[in-house]
């Protein structure tokens, strides 16, 4: 690397650290005014605009919009696999009131606020097709250097609490898709994050592995978890704590939650 390189890194590393500022402790992750835009042509897109939000600790919420209202665009901002325009996404890295703005940060310090404090569930699961189900569970931690035996406990601990203990050794293509979602919600949890994003993980399931899933999601909520759900699917949204109704980019409407998973496809 140039020392000219090194020196920018350098300087970022330090405006990363001597930028942390205080936040409430409870408070796991504040986003203000972000803004994000897609130039394709000559034309722009707005996916984002402005947008507000603090998730505390422990909270479920859910945001709700129609196919191109800029969910998954929200969900790649937080979770630092695509740079907003503008705006702070401040997450409370250590647990204790140490906010962090993602914009100011290294490449590096990026890579393990994703590895470390963000657990990320795609629609379409997203696990390795030749790994099995404990492989793909397990990558997350052998990324961040724990030891086997750590890894194993954990892995097995997590697989058998989601119910995949007697899976954990098949393929994803062994799998139904409920399990495999289940297998993506146990690697979402395995470095112990901060937060969950979780991207429309019920958009290809059918009704009653959607229930089923959700189910996992206030168990995990009551266990402590805090979780971020975005989905085009109003009735499992009214299961969080808070829904937030996301229109063109922009959140137009926010209301209280709460309601039974038995309850959600009664009129
Ligand atoms: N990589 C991209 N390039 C150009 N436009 C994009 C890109 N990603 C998303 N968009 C546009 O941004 C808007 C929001 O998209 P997205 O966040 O994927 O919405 P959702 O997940 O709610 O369907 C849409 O108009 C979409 O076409
Ligand atoms: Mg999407």
């Excluded at 629609?123 to 492989?135: C, G, S, V």
């Excluded at 901060?194 to 996992?216: F, H, W």
Aim: glycine share 8%.
């Amino acid at each position: 690397m140039s020392i000219e390189k090194k020196k920018v890194r350098m300087n970022k590393q330090r405006r990363a650290t001597t930028k942390a500022v205080r936040i409430d402790p409870n408070i796991v992750l504040t986003v203000q005014d972000l803004t994000k835009t897609y130039t394709v042509g000559n034309s722009t897109i707005t996916a984002l605009s402005k947008v507000n939000l603090t998730i505390r600790k422990g909270e479920f919420i859910a945001i709700v919009g129609p196919s191109g209202s800029g969910k998954t665009t929200l969900i790649n901002c937080l979770g630092a696999l695509d740079f907003p325009d503008s705006g702070k996404i401040i997450y409370n890295v250590d647990g204790k009131g140490m906010g962090l703005d993602l914009a100011v940060m290294t490449n590096k310090q990026q890579k393990k606020i994703r590895l470390r404090k963000i657990g990320l569930i795609f629609q379409f699961y997203n696990l390795f097709p030749i790994l099995t189900a404990y492989e793909n569970v397990e990558l997350p931690m052998i990324i961040d250097k724990k030891g086997p035996k750590d890894r194993e406990e954990k892995v097995k601990f997590l697989l058998k609490r989601i119910g995949l203990g007697e899976r954990m050794h098949h393929l994803p293509s062994q799998l139904s898709g409920g399990e495999q979602q289940r297998v993506t919600i146990s690697r979402a949890l395995v470095n112990d994050p901060l937060i969950i994003l979780a991207d429309e993980p019920t958009g290809e399931l059918d009704t009653e592995t959607t229930t089923n899933i959700i189910k996992i999601f206030l168990d995990l909520k009551n266990a402590g978890e805090s979780i971020l759900m975005v989905t085009h699917n109003k009735r499992i949204a009214k299961t969080a704590d808070r829904v937030i109704i996301l229109t063109d980019g922009v959140f137009t409407h926010e209301s209280k939650g709460g309601k039974p998973i038995e309850d959600i496809y009664k009129q």
